[in-house]
């Protein structure tokens, strides 16, 4: 099955520290910038954060800057998000996708593929 696959959620204390893994099923991830999105609940899924396929260009939201961390690892077909000094409100569900028409990050994202399920994170005592 061609997918992504999300891990690496959990419960965590504000201040705390977590990291997603974002792994290709099926195909490669050679080519491609990948997102890290999250969607709370009532709220409409955002990015987060995006990652060139050599990994030298990455973007994040505002909301995120000096708290997260994207990088890939090409040869495991895996992107990661290192998340730090964590917020009640990054408490949401995180996606990954693939840009199948970009190989870097761009003011705007080309056609977003390859979903996976998404991987909860709550921030909370």
């Known amino acids: 099955q061609v997918r992504l696959v999300e891990s690496g959620g959990g419960l965590v204390q504000p201040g705390g520290s977590l990291r997603l893994s974002c792994t290709a099923s099926?195909?490669?991830?050679?080519?491609?910038?990948i997102g890290w999105f999250r969607q709370a609940p009532g709220k409409e899924r955002e990015g987060v954060a995006c990652?060139?396929?050599?990994?030298?260009?990455?973007h994040y939201a505002d909301s995120v800057k000096g708290r997260f961390t994207i990088s890939r690892d090409n040869a495991k077909n895996t992107v990661y998000l290192q998340m730090s000094s964590l917020k009640p409100e990054d408490t949401a569900v995180y996606y990954c996708?693939?840009?199948?028409?970009?190989?870097?990050?761009?003011?705007?994202?080309?056609?977003?593929?390859?979903w996976g399920q998404g991987t909860q994170v709550t921030v909370g005592s």
């Open positions: 990652i060139g396929y050599s990994g030298g260009s990455t």
């Open positions: 099926g195909f490669t991830l050679d080519y491609k910038a």
């Open positions: 996708a693939a840009d199948i028409e970009r190989s870097m990050c761009a003011a705007r994202w080309g056609t977003l593929a390859y």
